[in-house]
């Protein structure tokens, strides 16, 4: 068989080579992190060895970094009235999360369904600040939840804009900055968050690592798994030292790919789809965008068949999200951007990393060439 080219970087990421060395340096150890004699040691230095390491990508203290299972435990870590600032004791009021949050964002984590207020974006994917400065005028002690970058069109939100917003309202501001690592800045000064959440399978980490990093005076005063006391308390459960020791060797590669390299991957990727297909749209094209991301729908185009054309001819894309099930839904990102729903069910996704050659993205487009007019007169046909 020959080799697949791989395009869904924004669903999951390769495994880095040094994430895979720290993994089975850990998996060939035996120790739990809290034993105090010499193997519980090793593990445990394994993990702050992490921790140290994921600190430096965010720019912040390893101290305020958080283990979980997951980013979407990390949101769901982040997301609860229990959050305190050293000024502000009292439970958070509200939940106020942009339209176009990941689904473990938008389920509104541990807030009561009615303290969550969804916030419309613009037809250009950014979050409405009228919208914004309006809600946080209605709410004592809001909390806020933007993301950084979105995983289906690579849109980037303005988040220092926001932060400077929320902070002046008395709110506090997680940013769920999965996408972010590698591709873009995730200093948490820099951008103003108070909480980041961080996934280690989208940076070259293995699949079931994540984190949530807050400033030094957040304090999340209810755990989400209560027990034996790991990670200063806010993350019950013996660790997952293997996984832990790869996100943070990913971690710390993580910003030596070549964002320019990308990009210019990324657009000769675009201008060999618009070549072939000039009624092709492009979301998002002109916005400040992810340098590894396009998200496009052709009138008449079903995305389900033009996956599935890829697939068989060795390309791995995806439609908008792929990250709920194997069902291609109409993507609540292009809906809240306002695009037409029969064009947004059409939408594929293709997402490029560190490792995308130049000829996977020559095969893509000779594939794009040989399928298109077949899938255009499959849904014509069957119309
Ligand atoms: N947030 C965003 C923006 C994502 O893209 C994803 C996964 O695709 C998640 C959160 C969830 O990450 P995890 O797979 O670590 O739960």
Known sequence: MTERAYFDWNATAPLREPARAAMMLSMAATGNASSVHAEGRAARQAIEAARE?????????????????????ANMLALTPAIETAAEKRKRDKLLVSAIEHPSVLCGGRFAPEAVEKLPVTNAGLLDLHALRSALARTERPLVSVMLANNETGIIQPISDIAH??????????????????RINCRMSELGADLMSLSAHKLGGPQGAG?????????????????GGQERA?????????????????????????AARMTALRDRLESGLKAVTPQAIIFGQGCARLPNTTLFAVPG???????????????AVSSGSACSSGKVQASHVLAAMGVEPALARGAVRISLGWSTTQADVERLLDTWKNVISSLLKTHATAA
């Open 53 to 73: 390491n994921v600190a430096k990508l965010t720019g912040d203290e390893a101290k305020n970094v958080t283990f979980t299972s997951s980013a979407t435990e």
């Open 234 to 258: 806010l993350r019950a459960g013996t660790e997952n030292v293997a996984a832990i020791a790869g996100f943070g060797a990913a971690a710390a590669v993580a910003n030596q790919t070549d």
């Open 165 to 182: 917003i929320v902070h002046a309202a008395n709110g506090v501001l997680h940013v769920d900055a999965v996408q972010a690592p590698g």
């Open 211 to 227: 984190a949530l990093i807050r400033r030094g005076d957040i304090h999340i005063a209810e755990p989400l798994i209560k027990g």
């Open 301 to 315: 185009m079903k995305a389900e068949t033009a996956i599935i054309a890829f697939d068989l001819n060795g390309v």
